[in-house]
């Protein structure tokens, strides 16, 4: 059974891809999948029960591609090219396919262990990466080929601790930065009351409130972090900070956080 927050995800990722008719019918194919949705509910598993990290499941997957799919579409409305449209080796639709395909399986890796999930994920992906561009795409070998190859490095680049290169992998990378909402702890902080290794970005993540992407002012990108105490800034400093400064969509994107009632800080 699926909950309430992913049958909300999932109807925002749909809406913000009606202009484009093959990104639906991947996400369709994808949301049809019940290899990926067991994959998304176990690496959920093992990273909160087993771990006693944050989620890293279902849900945490369908917010991170909610988050790029509008970055993205932010981007593209103030004519900016995705690497692909620029080096003229696809459509800005086949760069949302990537984006959308890293989004929803960055975290499989999961399912192993933390360390070295990117790496996991991308060989626990590849299967369910290669059924969905054949049932989107069919023969198109070349396509194919091209999306898989950018799904892939944004993936494997979804941690900042690998250099990456393509704007898509880039949106990923901050994609996944930007999901550290209170959600994400509550679960772990609930079942989990011996103090372990990884307990500061719980605690960071629930002192986030709010997390909005949205048109900036000086930058194409405007991320506004809103904080119930200052134990959030180490989540934004130590977590999302670095996936910025790491990413090749740096540069189009301006980012703020603060304490309710407080003065916003300025990060870039």
């Given at each position: 059974?699926?909950?309430a ?42 990273s ?24 993205l579409n ?17 459509t ?22 933390r ?15 290669d059924?969905?561009?054949?049932a ?10 091209i ?7 944004s993936?494997?680049g ?18 996944d930065g930007?999901?550290?909402?209170k ?9 989990n ?15 986030i ?6 048109k900036?002012e ?21 977590v ?29």
């Amino acid at each position: 059974m699926k909950s309430a927050k992913e049958i909300n995800l999932e109807s925002k990722i749909v809406e913000k891809l009606r202009e484009y008719p093959i990104c639906v019918k991947l996400v369709d194919f994808l949301l049809k999948d019940e290899e990926l949705k067991v994959m998304q509910d176990y690496a959920n598993n093992v990273s909160i029960k087993r771990l006693g990290f944050n989620d890293h499941g279902p849900v945490h997957m369908r917010q991170v591609t909610n988050n790029a799919i509008k970055m993205l579409n932010i981007l593209h409305s103030h004519g900016i090219q995705t690497s692909l449209e620029k080096e003229e080796i696809g459509t800005f639709e086949d760069s949302m396919c990537a984006v959308i395909l890293a989004g929803f399986m960055h975290d499989l890796g999961m399912m192993i262990g933390r360390a070295g999930h990117e790496e996991m994920s991308v060989i626990l992906a590849q299967p369910i990466i290669d059924k969905a561009l054949n049932a989107v795409f069919g023969n198109d070998l070349t396509r194919r080929t091209i999306i898989k190859s950018l799904t892939i490095e944004s993936i494997i680049g979804h941690m900042s601790s690998r250099k990456i290169h393509s704007l898509e992998a880039g949106v990923i990378l901050i994609a996944d930065g930007c999901d550290m909402t209170k959600g994400r702890a509550r679960i772990p902080l609930a079942i989990n009351n011996t103090p372990k290794v990884g307990d500061i970005h719980k605690y960071s993540a629930n002192a986030i409130t709010r997390v909005r992407i949205s048109k900036g002012e000086r930058k194409p990108i405007k991320i506004m972090i809103e904080m119930s105490g200052d134990v959030g800034f180490f989540q934004i400093e130590e977590v999302l900070l670095t996936k910025v400064n790491s990413s090749p969509a740096k540069e189009y994107v301006e980012l703020y956080a603060g304490v309710s009632g407080e003065e916003c800080k300025c990060y870039i």
